[in-house]
C-alpha cells in the first residue's frame, strides 16, 4: 500500500498563499493521476483538483479555477498544490488522493490511496 505524506498547511490570512505538497512511497505513482480534494467541518469530501499521470492535463473544481495550480514531479514522487488568493472559505483538511488509473480523479470512487490530511485555516 503506497503511503502519501501531506506537508504545507498552516494558518494564513485572506489574500494569502500556501504551498501543500504529496510525497509518495511508491515509485510507481508516476503511472497514475494524483489529486487533491478537501473536507470542510460538518461538510462532505470535495473535489480540488487533479493532474493526469504525465502531468499534461489539469482539471479544477470550479471555486478554485484561477487561484490553484497542480503539479507533478514524477523525479521525485511528489504532487504540489500551490494556492494563492486564499479565502476564509478554502479553510479545510486538505487530502492527498492517488487515483486507480493514469487519467485524471475527480470523483472519492476513482481514488485508490489517501493521505492523512493537512489542516490549512483562512482567517478573515
Known amino acids: 500500500q503506497v503511503q502519501l505524506v501531506e506537508s504545507g498547511g498552516g494558518l494564513v490570512q485572506a489574500g494569502g498563499s500556501l504551498r501543500l505538497s504529496c510525497a509518495a512511497s511508491?515509485?510507481?505513482?508516476?503511472?497514475?493521476?494524483m489529486g487533491w480534494f478537501r473536507q470542510a467541518p460538518g461538510k462532505e469530501r470535495e473535489f480540488v483538483a487533479s493532474i493526469n499521470w504525465t502531468g499534461g492535463t489539469t482539471i479544477y473544481a470550479d471555486s478554485v479555477k484561477g487561484r490553484f495550480t497542480i503539479s507533478r514531479d514524477n523525479a521525485k514522487n511528489t504532487v504540489y498544490l500551490q494556492m494563492n488568493s486564499l479565502k476564509p472559505e478554502d479553510t479545510a483538511v486538505y487530502y492527498c488522493?492517488?487515483?486507480?488509473?493514469?487519467?485524471?480523479?475527480?470523483?472519492?470512487?476513482?481514488?485508490?490511496?489517501w493521505g492523512q490530511g493537512t489542516q490549512v485555516t483562512v482567517s478573515s
Open positions: 511508491e515509485r510507481t505513482l508516476s503511472n497514475y493521476a
Open positions: 488522493a492517488k487515483g486507480k488509473t493514469p487519467l485524471v480523479v475527480t470523483t472519492i470512487s476513482g481514488v485508490g490511496s
